[in-house]
T-cell receptor, first 114, second 116 residues
Framework: AQSVSQHNHHVILSEAASLELGCNYS??????LFWYVQYPGQHLQLLLK??????LVKGIKGFEAEFIKSKFSFNLRKPSVQWSDTAEYFC????????????FGKGTSLLVTP | DTGVSQDPRHKITKRGQNVTFRCDPISEHNRLYWYRQTLGQGPEFLTY????????KSRLLSDRFSAERPKGSFSTLEIQRTEQGDSAMYLC??????????????FGPGTRLTVL
């Protein structure tokens, strides 16, 4: 079955630490890839997306993600996290040719401590 | 506010009752999606519309669930004979079908349903 896996369910970092959140998917064909963020009490917001082209994509608030096709991965990175990055992070995949539904991972809860 | 809006934000109901939720998408978006999110999980796709046509339904959408988008603008999601397992956050999203933001889904705040 098609799936999206996020390896870390809970991450705790100190401010200024570097962040990498893993995301792997199991679709064999062409995919659109997304990272969404949900800050406490707010709705899901798009951080960044990959459709095609340069596999290193930059998003809002200093986040970036790298698409590695051979590894079926789309990991999220940020060189230096801030307390305001405390949130739930979701990786999502749309398999082209299989409709427009997003398939989400279970999410990673990030807590950044001062 | 030009984002996706959902109403109500919270709904508490007793088992066996019917509930209906409304979603108003971003005005120029012609695709509208419904998802369900339970605690500790990511959103799970239920169904989507392109204009007024319902084009895809998930196996999660049992026959107690029905969604409509009669004029291609707002949508309603009705759950009949609610069960405790229906307790979840119901999310609506919308997107364009062309342009730079093609296939980028914008989410609303959700309706939290609690079935007692």
């Amino acid at each position: 079955a098609q799936s999206v896996s996020q390896h870390n369910h809970h991450v705790i970092l100190s401010e200024a630490a570097s962040l990498e959140l893993g995301c792997n998917y199991s679709y064999g064909g062409t995919v659109n890839l997304f990272w969404y963020v949900q800050y406490p009490g707010q709705h899901l917001q798009l951080l960044l997306k990959y459709f095609s082209g340069d596999p290193l994509v930059k998003g809002i608030k200093g986040f970036e993600a790298e698409f590695i096709k051979s590894k079926f991965s789309f990991n999220l990175r940020k060189p230096s996290v801030q307390w305001s990055d405390t949130a739930e992070y979701f990786c999502a995949v749309n398999a082209l040719g299989s409709g427009y539904a997003l398939n989400f991972g279970k999410g990673t809860s990030l807590l950044v401590t001062p | 506010d030009t984002g996706v809006s959902q109403d109500p934000r919270h709904k508490i109901t007793k088992r066996g009752q019917n509930v209906t939720f409304r979603c108003d998408p971003i005005s120029e978006h012609n695709r509208l999606y419904w998802y369900r999110q339970t605690l500790g999980q990511g959103p799970e796709f239920l169904t989507y519309f392109q204009n007024e046509a319902q084009l895809e339904k998930s196996r999660l959408l049992s026959d107690r669930f029905s969604a409509e988008r009669p004029k291609g603008s707002f949508s309603t999601l009705e759950i009949q004979r609610t069960e405790q397992g229906d307790s979840a956050m119901y999310l609506c999203a919308s997107s364009l079908t062309s342009g730079e933001s093609y296939n980028e889904q914008f989410f609303g705040p959700g309706t939290r349903l609690t079935v007692l």
